[in-house]
């Protein structure tokens, strides 16, 4: 009984290994696929910065594997608060569903977001509302961050995961070469001297 207790304890180690292995690789996968999607959101920013001097946020949504959205904020291009990065996408998704012919409630509960910022507090409700499969950020949002700021997630019933802090200096690198600067459309009295 004493031997068999030992055979059972080591297939039960053994097993643990394997699948902390398991689990260890499957992450290292999921955090290395999830930085070369952070990487082409990272270039959605720095177009926003450098072309249009917008705030340097910028996303990718990903379904099966493929990109089928990318945009940055157009806010002060358009003088539109909702023209965030995540809604920009949001109507390209809309876009891919009806010229592809699929429903687009089916199609976002698929979607992986993928941003360089922590979505504001509209964008992460709108998100929830979507159902979206998951959510990657780079750098909290200290400011309007739908989890930091105010915690959408508990308002709400989510099944969403949200993981954040991705390749985080260099979303922030970038948000403060644009405040150094000053927002074009803030007050005045919020611009730096
Ligand atoms: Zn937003």
Not at 88 to 101: P, S
């Amino acid at each position: 009984m004493g031997n068999l207790y030992k055979f059972w304890s080591y297939d039960i180690f053994i097993c643990i290994v394997c699948l902390q292995n398991y689990l260890l690789s499957s992450t290292a996968y999921l955090v290395h696929k999830m930085e070369k999607f952070m990487s082409e959101a990272l270039e959605e920013a720095k177009k926003a910065l450098r072309e249009f001097n917008e705030v340097p946020v910028g996303c990718v949504f990903v379904y099966k594997n493929e990109i089928i959205a990318r945009g940055h904020n157009l806010v002060n291009l358009t003088k539109n608060p909702t023209r965030h990065a995540e809604f920009v996408c949001i109507d390209k998704v809309l876009h891919y569903c009806k010229i592809n012919q699929l429903d687009f409630s089916d199609v976002f509960k698929e979607i992986i977001v993928v941003v360089n910022v922590e979505p504001c507090v509209m964008c992460m409700s709108a998100l929830y509302d979507l159902k979206i499969k998951e959510i990657y950020y780079g750098c909290k949002n200290d400011r309007f961050g739908g989890s930091t700021v105010v915690n959408v997630a508990n308002l709400v019933k989510t099944d969403t995961t949200l993981i954040g802090e991705i390749n985080d200096k260099e979303a922030m690198d970038l948000l403060k070469q644009f405040y150094a600067t000053g927002n074009p459309l803030a007050p005045i009295s919020a611009k730096p001297l």
